[in-house]
């Protein structure tokens, strides 16, 4: 899966603790507006905090009417939305009709 | 100082009573003496100081204590066998975590280093290794995933049968903010069983208004699981207060929670409320209330513990608090305490002043109010007894942290101890309990370091390489005697003396005995050791051991037998609130003298006292003489000497068994009294150890025979080469 060049990409952190939180917040409202696509690739583990933001974020774009996909979801990022209840379908549904 | 400071308090006191339950839990565990309640005891001491530490934010604390706990639970699940070795890492990380707390109580810091050493060797033990335990180290300070797989390697619980519960939980930002994480939390609540979860989201605003450390999302889990409510409240201990949560039973068929679980929920459910009505309280104001409530769910599983085992069984490791027949306790502020004892003593006053008025006003004993005042006399002292019980502790207290402290001094001289304790549950007065610690540890450091071998001079000896040092305690009549014995060589007397005479202490052709060779230790400046050992040679000696010890109203003696081993024996009053006296006239003054020192009381005869020039006399007491002291010139009541011929003798002992007599004018009888003390209420006096108000209200001093010998021996140091040679 190839994201389309014209989308903006947004590289989550290893590690989405707390402290991630306030960073991730900035860095998606800084880029509200356009197509993005959140790289998991890296993420290690995920807490509640950057749920919120991240389930805010697809809210958001959602209201904007504009494109938020997730790519390269990685086990532990999986893992950590099956524990705070949420499947992979809920992250990469939108990338459906893309 | 402010609730939280106050909570804290207990928080560490809590800590000192867990602590003081892992090392006796621990030492049972080593002499393979562990029961099932045995290790579950210790298992709950860690973790509640664990889950007390969370809620202070005590990082290195948690951390640790989780490690610990971790390894422990492998023992309780019979993953890890507890051998000799597993067991003194196992002393050893007790020992660490109680510097942990005392680190974090008195805000010093802790050897990283050492806390490393022992997480690997803690970790080394879990089964699978450092590995396994890796991930669990790791997810105290963060959080980390872990292959489903695994996280239900360690977990007892079939998945599947048991009971249903449904489980809301709204965390607020405090509960981010102290560092917790709800995905632990729930992955912690997937190890008790078959977890289905979902998130409400409904609550989350939209981006430009979100705030990124606030809390919106809702969950709500059903868990089916075999173990009770406790072990899921458990999960939630850290964060309980800083959420909204609730905890449901789906399914009515079970019985496993009623009594405790319903009442529990009672109370946790008003909590609850009331913090939900004051959600705008400061954090730290939630933070005051799991204390008391982990105090009120043990004192329920107490109350519950019927039959213990089924208890265990339903609570799971909550079992461990529900000995059937375990004492109920409550706390109490000593200075209450303290307060009632000394009303208490007012009141015998008081009671002693009304018996004498009402003889005084012509009323015959046998009469209607002299037998009244005979029983209140009797209800009086029963009060008085009940009163100072209530003081009384056990010196296990004092007992439990000299395990640790002979381990300590055992690894640093490379001997090897072995210690027995004796007589724990002796119990004495609360102020004697906390003075004794500074001088038991010293006589405990001096019987490794001084009195024991080391293990190749011991076989060779034709001795165990393993030295044995017992601490024992007793009641002997109205005192309480702690004895440290060892079996090591004993006292070097020639050593002592040589070293005695070079330091001046002696002349260097003094005759001793060996029992006054033995004394000489306890000379100020007398130090054996060659070099001062960083052990024993800390800039205190014997002689403050024994003052320290004197003060509080006790002897020290010891005695030792070459090769065998020496044995220190310390005496000490019950209480230092009340004193059995004899109560003597000395120039119109009423004193006492504390009757553990009187041996016998005479009448002089003509022929028995011996002047020796100087003022100084003594008595032919059968075969010895023995010194005289006018008590009343002694203390300056009067400037002339008495005529031993119209007073009395009170033959007394002082710590070393030196006998003295004190010559006093009459002798009035023998009572109780309560000590007042006079630094705290006047001064110091020389001579004087306390004061005690008589019935007819009058002060009466207390004598301090030890100082009143001793002065009374430095103003006539002549007298001993005469007394040697009439001996």
């Not at chain 2, 496993?256 to 954090?283: C, H, K, N, V, W």
């Not at chain 2, 705290?680 to 006096?685: A, E, F, G, L, P």
Request: proline share 4%; hydrophobic share 45%.
């Amino acid at each position: 899966m190839t994201p389309d060049p014209s989308q903006r990409i947004l590289e989550l952190a290893a590690v989405l603790d707390l402290r991630a939180a306030a960073p991730l917040t900035e860095s998606l409202l800084a880029m509200r507006g356009t197509a993005l696509t959140i790289d998991a690739s890296r993420v290690e583990r995920i807490g509640g905090q950057c749920l919120q933001v991240l389930l805010s974020a697809q809210q958001t774009w959602s209201a904007d009417e504009t494109a938020l996909s997730f790519t390269n979801l990685t086990p532990g990022f999986v893992e950590g939305l099956r524990l705070l209840g949420f499947s992979q379908a809920d992250f990469t549904r939108e990338e459906m009709p893309e | 100082m402010d609730a939280m400071a106050a909570v804290k308090q207990t928080f560490f006191q809590e800590c000192e009573e867990q602590l003081a339950e892992l090392e006796t839990g621990l030492l049972a565990m080593e002499r393979g003496e562990a029961e099932s309640d045995t290790v579950n005891a210790v298992f709950r001491a860690v973790h509640s100081i664990k889950g007390g530490a969370g809620a202070f934010s005590l990082g290195d604390l948690v951390q640790f204590a989780h490690v610990f706990e971790t390894t422990l639970d492998h023992v309780r699940n019979g993953a890890l066998e507890p051998t000799a070795d597993v067991m003194a890492v196992m002393l050893r990380a007790a020992d660490l975590l109680a510097d942990l707390v005392a680190a974090a109580r008195d805000g010093h810091a802790v050897d990283s280093g050492r806390s490393e050493v022992l997480v690997a060797e803690l970790t080394a033990l879990s089964p699978g290794g450092a590995d396994a335990s890796a991930e669990e180290e790791d997810d105290m300070s963060d959080f980390s995933f872990t292959p489903v797989s695994v996280a239900f390697d360690f977990s007892d619980t079939p998945a599947v049968a048991g009971r249903s519960y449904t489980i809301t939980f709204k965390p607020r930002p405090e509960l981010y903010a102290k560092g917790n994480e709800t995905a632990l939390v729930l992955r912690e609540l997937e190890r008790l069983g078959q977890l289905e979860t979902s998130c409400d989201a409904s609550g989350l605003p939209q981006l430009a208004e979100l705030d990124p450390e606030g809390a919106y999302l809702e969950w709500t889990m059903r868990l089916t699981t075999e173990k009770g409510e406790d072990a899921i409240r458990e999960v939630f201990e850290f964060v309980e207060w800083d959420s909204s949560l609730t905890i449901q039973a789906s399914d009515a068929d079970g019985d496993a929670d009623s009594g405790a679980g319903s009442t529990e929920d009672a109370f946790a459910a008003l909590l609850r409320s009331i913090q939900a009505d004051e959600t705008s309280l400061p954090a730290t104001t939630a933070d005051i209330i799991p204390l008391p409530l982990a105090e009120e769910r043990e004192a329920v599983a107490e109350i519950d513990a019927q039959p213990a085992k089924a208890v265990a069984a339903r609570n799971g490791e909550g079992g461990a608090n529900a000995n059937a027949g375990a004492p109920q306790t409550i706390r109490a502020d000593l200075e209450r305490v303290d307060r009632l004892i000394d009303l208490v003593g007012e009141l015998v006053i008081n009671q002693a002043m009304l018996s004498q008025r009402v003889m005084e006003a012509g009323h015959v004993p046998g009469s209607a109010v002299a037998l009244g005042l005979d029983e209140l006399e009797h209800l009086t002292r029963e009060i008085q007894d009940c009163v100072m019980a209530i003081r009384a502790q056990a010196v296990k207290s004092v007992f439990q942290r000299i395990p640790r402290l002979v381990r300590e001094v055992a690894g640093m001289t490379g001997k090897q101890v072995r210690l027995i304790t004796d007589g724990e549950g002796t119990e004495v007065d609360k102020t004697v309990i906390d003075r004794l610690n500074d001088p038991l540890t010293h006589m405990i450091r001096n019987a490794i370091d001084h009195g024991l071998e080391k293990p190749e001079v011991r076989v060779a000896a034709g001795k165990p390489a393993e030295g044995v040092v017992r601490l024992s305690a007793m009641h002997r009549s109205g005192r309480i005697v702690i004895e440290v014995a060892d079996d090591g060589a004993g006292i070097n007397r020639s050593r002592v003396k040589a070293i005695a005479a070079e330091k001046g202490l002696i002349a260097a052709d003094a005759v001793l005995s060996d029992e006054e060779i033995d004394n000489l230790i306890f000379l100020p400046g007398f130090s054996t050791a060659s070099e001062v050992s960083n052990i024993s040679g800390r800039g205190v000696g014997m002689d403050v051991v024994k003052r320290s010890i004197q003060s509080l109203g006790g002897r020290l003696s010891i005695t030792s037998r070459p090769g065998k081993g020496s044995t220190f024996t310390m005496s000490l009053p019950l209480t230092l609130a009340v004193l059995d006296g004899m109560v003597v006239t000395v120039a119109d003054q009423t004193l006492v003298v504390p009757l553990t020192a009187i041996i016998e009381t005479l009448q002089p005869k003509a022929a028995d006292v011996h002047g020796l020039g100087g003022g100084a006399r003594v008595i032919a007491i059968r075969d010895t003489f023995t010194p005289l002291i006018d008590v009343g010139r002694e203390l300056g009541f009067r400037t002339t000497a008495t005529d031993p011929l119209a007073a009395v003798a009170i033959l007394v002992e002082t710590e070393g068994g030196r006998r003295s007599a004190l010559l006093v004018d009459t002798i009035q009888g023998q009572r109780q009294v309560v000590i007042k003390s006079l630094e705290s209420n006047y001064r110091h006096v020389p001579g004087i150890a306390a004061a005690t108000i008589l019935g007819d209200g009058r002060v009466a001093l207390i004598i301090d025979v030890d100082t009143v010998i001793a002065n009374s021996q430095s103003d006539a140091t002549i007298l001993e080469p005469v007394l040697a040679a009439a001996g």
